[in-house]
């Protein structure tokens, strides 16, 4: 009885092995509290950065060449919702499940009318449109000069002779209810960061 008292007392784990590894079993609550408090932070940033993306500025990937020289294929903008649109504004809309970006030439009311060469006259006065390097009357099967309806937004794309926009019956003018919003910066890539 005497031995197994003894082999009893040499199992027993002694103080400095009780408090390391109480240390060990503090350490690891304390990794799992933070690694959960971490998870959830992200949760929630990440949850606000969709709501903030889906309801303020969403961000759109360019396809397409229909409005180059501005917007490259493959690049990403991020829109603002606004509910006025001048001339000039790049717009993003959708279109038969599909999301379009092209230019604001005229809004409700206005009159646009373009001529042999592609110069666009909006209520009579030609735009001044830097943006566009080569003009042309591309796909038109509308008449012209032709007034732009209550409640929509005559567009156009850049790439005047390979862009089908307003000046085509299939497109034609687009309904404010469906205008995403106005592009406002083009962020990627990063060495062609835009503010427009």
Request: net charge negative; hydrophobic share 40%; charged share 25%.
């Amino acid at each position: 009885m005497k031995k197994m008292d003894e082999n009893a007392k040499l199992d027993l784990p002694m103080t400095e092995q009780l408090e390391q590894e109480l240390r060990k079993r503090k350490y690891r609550f304390g990794y799992i509290k933070l690694l959960r408090s971490t998870i959830s932070s992200l949760v929630v940033v990440a949850a606000i950065a969709v709501l903030i993306s889906m309801l303020f500025l969403p961000v759109l990937r360019v396809v397409g060449t229909s409005m180059t020289p501005t917007l490259q294929n493959q690049e990403l903008v991020v829109c603002r919702r606004i509910g006025d649109f001048e001339t000039g504004d790049i717009i993003a809309f959708y279109f038969n499940n599909k999301v379009l970006l092209k230019r604001v030439i005229g809004v409700s009311g206005d009159v646009i009318d373009i001529d042999e060469n592609g110069t666009v006259y909006v209520n009579g006065e030609a735009i001044d449109e830097p943006y566009v390097d080569e003009k042309a009357l591309g796909e038109c099967d509308i008449e012209l000069p032709y007034q732009v309806p209550e409640d929509r937004i005559f567009v156009m794309g850049d790439h005047r002779s390979t862009s089908v926009d307003s000046r085509s019956s299939s497109i034609g003018c687009v309904a404010e209810e469906l205008v995403i919003g106005k592009v406002i910066w083009c962020i990627w890539p990063l060495d062609q960061l835009t503010v427009f």
